[in-house]
């Protein structure tokens, strides 16, 4: 009975080193997924920033900066840009886990003081 003690012990240990190998490759994708994100935010960013500089440069006397063309790239780009937020954060990036608990408490707490 013994030696089946110590083949369970070794699988519960061997199980462990798993999961804590698994959650550590999960970790690292998350963070690539992440790091890739700022990546995309700050070639937004810059890129933008430049194309609107020279748009801004390259006018001509009369003409205005506030047309479609001038503002068309980081529009579109901003779109695809928030929807890559999405994916890497998920559905929760505007209202987190808990988000409407916390207002509803901040509500009582504002509506408490108001009453006392």
Same mark, same amino acid.
């Given at each position: 009975? &013994?030696?089946?003690?110590?083949?369970?012990?070794?699988?519960?240990?061997?199980? +462990?080193?798993?999961?804590? &190998? %698994?959650?550590?490759?999960?970790?690292?994708?998350?963070?690539?997924?992440?790091?890739?994100?700022?990546?995309?935010?700050?070639?937004?960013?810059?890129?933008?920033?430049?194309?609107?500089?020279?748009?801004?440069?390259?006018?001509?006397?009369? %003409?205005?900066?506030?047309?479609?063309?001038?503002?068309?790239?980081?529009?579109?780009? $901003?779109?695809?840009?928030?929807?890559? +937020?999405?994916?890497?954060?998920?559905?929760?990036?505007?209202? $987190? *886990?808990?988000? &409407?608990? #916390? *207002?509803?408490?901040?509500?009582?707490?504002?509506?408490? #003081?108001?009453? &006392?």
């Amino acid at each position: 009975m &013994e030696k089946y003690k110590n083949i369970d012990e070794n699988y519960s240990n061997a199980q +462990a080193n798993f999961n804590k &190998e %698994e959650a550590y490759l999960r970790a690292k994708k998350k963070l690539d997924k992440i790091k890739g994100f700022y990546w995309h935010l700050a070639s937004y960013i810059v890129v933008n920033i430049f194309l609107i500089v020279m748009i801004t440069i390259n006018l001509d006397y009369d %003409e205005s900066i506030w047309q479609f063309g001038a503002f068309a790239t980081p529009l579109f780009w $901003g779109i695809g840009l928030a929807f890559h +937020a999405m994916g890497v954060f998920g559905p929760d990036l505007l209202f $987190g *886990k808990g988000w &409407e608990e #916390r *207002k509803i408490d901040e509500y009582m707490d504002k509506d408490k #003081r108001h009453w &006392e």
